[in-house]
């Protein structure tokens, strides 16, 4: 039996952590999460916004996010920032991390990897990914992060999508409260994104490490300029990709799409 989305569920949840104003909109379908949260008047409250649908959910690079009614999580969560945005390089893996601990924190203990800069996978199959976007503001920036996550699609009964995904229910063979995993996501995000602020990036390297689903693969990264092909040789300091190519030169990748060779389109 399919749980609905609750505001209450998820205020209880999330129980005692003290997060400070939050505001929740919970919608039966909306366009889009992230959209909503970008238009929505600015305020200094953390505020989430999640449907059990969504028409126009929009994933990186213009795609499309599969939003089917009732199974997944579709969810964003705008936070109001005040550092300087140059210190944000890195964030989306953060955020990856964060959605990862969380879904340890239900009871999935198993072998997930992160694919640069913030896929989710698991036995190669795509289970979560993230949108990150910053509205630059005259008082402060607000930053909106997008997280779908594939919880009880049963995707053998589902549509095939344009590359392999899974959810928790193939995983674990559970259905799960989304409520639950919703609070378990705001606290992570919440604290992730503190512990990022204060300390910068660096301090997150070897929770990434254990992560690395690219580490020593032959990659492609497409980028608005074309494309570069090399070995993926872990992150730097500021969370850039590291890229050495067939002649041994290193390139610093911050953002792009990346995909493993063999599965590159002819
Ligand atoms: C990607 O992997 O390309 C990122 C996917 C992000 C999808 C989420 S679903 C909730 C939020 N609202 C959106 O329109 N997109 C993000």
Redesign the pocket.
Known sequence: MMIPLSETSIRQAINSHDLGALNCHIFSSID????YLKELATSNAIEICCAET?TL????FG?S?Y?PFGENI???LRAPIFCDLSKLAGLSLVISLAVLKALKNIGINHAIDIKWPN?LLWMGRKLS???IELIPNTSSAQLVI???LNVNSVTENAPLLDKPWCSLYDISKRYFDRNVLIAELIIQINQYLHQFLAQGFSTFIPEWQQHDYLYERSITVSQPTGRITGKAMGINDAGQLILVNEQGGTHYLSSGDTSLQAFLPK
């Open positions: 889009s999460t992230n959209r969504q959910g929009r994933g990186r795609r996010w939003s579709y969810f964003s896929d990914g993230s949108l997008g997280v779908g």
